[in-house]
DNA sequence: GAAATTTTTGCAACCGGTTGCAAACGGGTG
DNA sequence: CACCCGTTTGCAACCGGTTGCAAAAATTTC
């Protein structure tokens, strides 16, 4: 079917190593050469077998990407920028859908059976069980999103969730509320995890203002809006943190809906700061986590992984900003 | 690194060729010999690399799904199904981001390089030309959500956009308006230029009822909202047909934050039924376009060419259906 | 129990490339 | 022109598997 190295060196009256030297750089081939193969390779229409040369070169130039989470909006930004990013340095992403898959096994399987160059897991919610699983198999991982442990055992590229609870709450503080709470996503995830912890640590430095806390069971609009419902029945808080936009959008919702005023009666501060959370219908005010650079780190760690693979782990940090818009009261003084 | 037959054949004490059967289904192995390569094989944590094998087999099970659509927020849902489908039926996703590629050769270039079995193209925007050059490199190609042009050149599994573009203008006279409008996506997308079509040739036959057009230049929220923005400063019309979801909630934002009641004022219709539009805070009247049976259809119709490449082409049709909302008034009777 | 038949196994060539090594080449010196 | 040295080239082995073919082993038949 293909046209191949050898039709191309006897179309071209040379050996079989000369085609393959013209087309691996940094091989000693001379200008003649070079002019008579990629004459023959063009006439023919000939292009190199990536696979094929992976095969002695043991480089595939393919990247696992792996997620969990296709149910948030934010991460089809995040699989552009990815996508893009790997293309542009010559990767290839091969997308791992981790959905409903309660342990790695298969996907590590999987992934070294294709013999990937490294793997990105791009999620705030998988356990970091799996970042290591790959890790264990060999592969260099970059978890993305992920939580930067104390004894690092992969690259982690994200923010500090820790401290992404602790802004809110400080934020939500300065507006003066006497009561304020913490609606996390699924108590599973890591990142709802520590923005808890976070959330909570700063509240204690807060004794008069009441704080209570619950979870919504997933990271969507309608664990937002019903979890909100649930919470609107008793006496809610002033304001909320909600773990994520679209958990935020639906809870924004409920209040609406339930004839309040979602900055006066109670307010709500997001998390992520995607795209949606601009749109006028929702001006959401948000935590800005900044995904493009979060990414561009990602890939930028990664291709630097592939020429040193037991680098020693790193955790790159980027810093949380709050975007101020509609959805909570102002600051006082 | 990786473990190869040859340790596992030599472990067990057989020849390379009794390995590689045990790992081919449907080759001819003695129970005992399989139990004793498979314990080896465990033992030394074997799996048999699928890139070397798909040197000889000719297979590689790795699929391109080539996509521009990394900007609305339904193809997160596209992807999702996408790859778990194929997952599920053992192939491998190869992601390829086409957004800001011109022409398809380099795509087609790389997707050869790694042999890739077959190419999904998933999007509405894209021109034919693309599919048709996968095919032209001699790739099994299946189009979703294109285009069925009358002389098929390659496999598409979509909708009838013309259809599409005539059951709104059907919606919107059965509302009795005296002034409706076509409000498409960027004119260069063929899904756009086809709903047009079919729009503008069922309001022929409403000669009475005024009818207007005008194009937004991306399916986006801001692209929507600024072009109802514009279409408000003049006489706008009773009601628009959007190219699509989010377009449509852009331009309800404009409606809204205008002072204009949507429904009542200015009813907007709008395609794709992606989950946000059942969010209560958008509750957009829309068409329902069945992307789960799209996908699914795809993804066997790329499996059975896998077996029979030169299958005759087709074009699988799936109906369309409107979804009643708060973003139109009523039907009148 | 021998012959005929079927199943299992190993050999060796092949898939499409890469690469270490040594031979061939080219050009500069003396 | 012989000699030397740096480049360029081809040979052949190898990467990790698969597979047609024939020999070996197991099973059936009489």
Redesign the pocket.
């Known amino acids: ?6 039709e ?2 006897e179309r071209a ?9 013209t ?2 750089d940094g ?8 002019r008579k193969v990629e004459k023959a390779a063009r006439d023919l229409g ?4 990536a696979l ?2 992976s ?4 480089r595939t130039k393919l990247i696992g990407l792996v997620s969990d989470n296709f149910h948030n909006p934010i991460f089809l930004e995040v699989f552009d920028l990815f996508t893009r990013g790997l293309q542009d340095r010559g990767l290839r992403p091969l997308l791992v859908n981790l959905t409903e898959e309660k342990n790695p096994e298969n996907s590590v399987r999987m992934l070294k059976q294709y013999s990937v160059d490294g793997v990105v897991v791009a999620s705030s919610t998988l356990p970091t069980e799996f970042a290591r699983a790959f890790r264990d198999a060999g592969v260099p991982v970059v978890h993305s999103f992920g939580r930067s442990a104390a004894a690092l055992q992969v690259h982690v590229v994200g923010v500090d969730n820790v401290e992404c609870g602790r802004m809110a709450a400080r934020e939500l503080v300065a507006r003066g509320h006497t009561h304020v709470a913490f609606l996390g996503g699924p108590d599973t995830a890591t990142s709802t995890q520590d923005r808890y912890t976070g959330f909570m640590s700063e509240m204690a430095a807060h004794p008069k203002i009441k704080t209570t806390y619950s979870f919504a069971d997933a990271y969507s609009f309608y664990a937002g809006r019903r979890e909100m419902l649930r919470l609107l029945k008793n006496t809610p808080a002033q304001a909320y943190f909600c773990g994520d936009d679209v958990l935020s959008i639906g809870a924004v919702s409920a209040i609406r809906d339930s004839g309040l005023s979602c900055p006066n009666d109670v307010g709500v501060i997001g998390m992520n700061d995607m795209e949606m959370a601009r749109w006028e219908s929702n001006d959401l005010t948000t935590i800005h986590q900044p995904i493009r650079e979060i990414v561009t780190s990602s890939i930028e760690l990664m291709v630097a992984m592939l020429d040193e693979p037991d680098r020693y782990p790193e955790a790159r940090i980027f810093p949380l900003s709050v975007v101020e818009r509609g959805t909570l009261i102002p600051r006082i003084k």
């Not at 079917?1 to 050898?6: G, S, Y």
């Not at 095969?55 to 043991?58: A, S």
């Open positions: 079917m293909a046209v191949t190295l050898k191309v060196a009256g040379v050996s079989r190593s000369a085609v393959s030297r087309f691996t091989a000693s081939v001379s200008a003649k050469m070079r000939y292009s190199p077998n094929a040369s095969l002695t070169t043991g």
